[in-house]
């Protein structure tokens, strides 16, 4: 299982973002959320998914909001599930808040971290390190992205042509594409795919010992 926790940054300068982040994350989940995102305590927020690819989607709407501490972890979670996340247990979830403590010194405010593993040998399993790279060179694009770019990223996602999103926007293909590149709509999709892919890796560690490379 993937536990993703998030805590908000400067919640006493910006208020409470919470509900919003709650909200933007309940519009058109895709699957793989297995409990939905919850506030855990004070201004965090915790879900548990069972597909990389919800994670890598989840860290995306994160990011586009901006102001979010990012703790993702990898490992088991106690059985059976409860209803709410809030009482939802076990390796997984300490993982997470551990890598979100982790995420306060890491560039892109986002750390991954494997319950096999644990907070002391953080860094030294390799496809867990690999996950998070990728991870963090994916958030690094997407920060630079303008409103404009996420408008044209997110329709170019849904599989409109070019010719279709230009008479949407109003606008020449010609700048379409160009709006596409500024918003790095291919390298950010590349970037997504490869996360997913590399944290399907890191769940597989589980039966390795702490500190064990790839």
Known sequence: MIV????????????????????????????????????????????????????VWAVTRLVRLGGWRIGIGLGEVADPLPESTRA???????????????SHSAPTDLRVLHAAVGADGYGQDEPTRQAESALWLLTAVLRRRTAEGWEIAEMAETGLSGRDMAARLRISPSAVSQRLARACAQEAQRGAELAESLL???????????????
């Open 88 to 102: 939802a247990t076990g390796p997984a979830f300490v993982a997470a808040r551990d890598a979100v403590t982790a």
């Open 200 to 214: 399907a890796v890191a769940l597989q560690t589980g039966d390795r010992p702490a500190g064990a490379g790839a």
């Open 4 to 55: 993703v926790t998030a805590d908000q940054k400067r919640s006493t300068r910006h208020g409470d973002r919470v509900p919003e982040a709650l909200r933007v994350l309940a519009t058109d989940p895709p699957p793989g959320i297995r409990l939905p995102f919850e506030r855990t305590v004070g201004d965090e927020i915790q879900g548990l998914l069972e597909s990389p690819a919800a994670a």
